[in-house]
């Protein structure tokens, strides 16, 4: 069963999968509650679940479902590769953490290793993930990511200058710490780091 709010991405995993020896998509919905609605009455063993509804998560369809259909397996399909919603799939006992960016392939090798009983998304991915994801703005001052979200904003040094009420010379010397702190650069470097941090948040963003 295919839970996904675009329609196009839906038929074409549908395709997909119809293609493959052995398997068929018993049925299709496109928010939390259809989903839960749509599982009760077809009982699917795979569920293809993305993280973003237009009434919820991904991750509340299958805490909603557990009880329900407690031998159905979960893979999590989503737009975000992110530590926050790998953690939370591993919670809600997804079994496998598909990027939409993965070929069709490799979907239909999925869902057979999680049809089987393979999990492959563990604690370890997770931890592991997270040790080499460790926040770069962890040692900055007040000031520093201060600095940082007025970069952000596309404000010169001159213009932080003043909304900070210091002099641009004390703008270029927190740019220039901060850099240092943060592995970069150049001050292009930081925008463009601000500008991905915006869209990182799998939660923010419905719709994806």
Do not use: C
């Not at 997270?130 to 520093?144: M, Y």
């Not at 600095?147 to 210091?166: K, P, T, Y």
């Not at 850099?179 to 650069?185: R, S, T």
């Amino acid at each position: 069963m295919i839970v996904d709010d675009h329609e196009v991405v839906r038929r074409g995993i549908a395709e997909v999968v119809d293609r493959a020896d052995g398997m068929s998509v018993v049925a299709e919905a496109g928010s939390v509650a259809d989903g839960v609605r749509r599982a009760a009455l077809v009982r699917p063993q795979v569920l293809l679940v993305d993280l973003q509804l237009p009434d919820g998560t991904g991750i509340e369809l299958l805490s909603a479902l557990r009880e329900q259909l407690p031998s159905a397996r979960a893979i999590v399909l989503t737009s975000f590769d992110d530590d926050d919603a790998l953690a939370a799939a591993l919670d809600a006992g997804a079994a496998a953490y598909l990027l939409k960016s993965v070929r069709g392939a490799e979907i239909t090798d999925v869902i057979r290793a999680v049809a089987a009983g393979r999990v492959l998304l563990d604690e370890r991915t997770v931890t592991r993930r997270k040790a080499g994801h460790d926040d770069p703005t962890e040692s900055l001052t007040p000031s520093e990511l201060r600095v940082i979200d007025l970069i952000g904003e596309g404000l010169s040094n001159r213009e932080i200058a003043e909304r900070l009420g210091v002099v641009e010379k004390t703008v270029k010397n927190h740019i220039t710490s901060l850099l240092a702190k943060m592995g970069l650069q150049r001050r292009t470097q930081v925008a463009a780091w601000v500008a991905s941090r915006k869209h990182a948040g799998w939660r923010a963003e419905p719709g994806h």
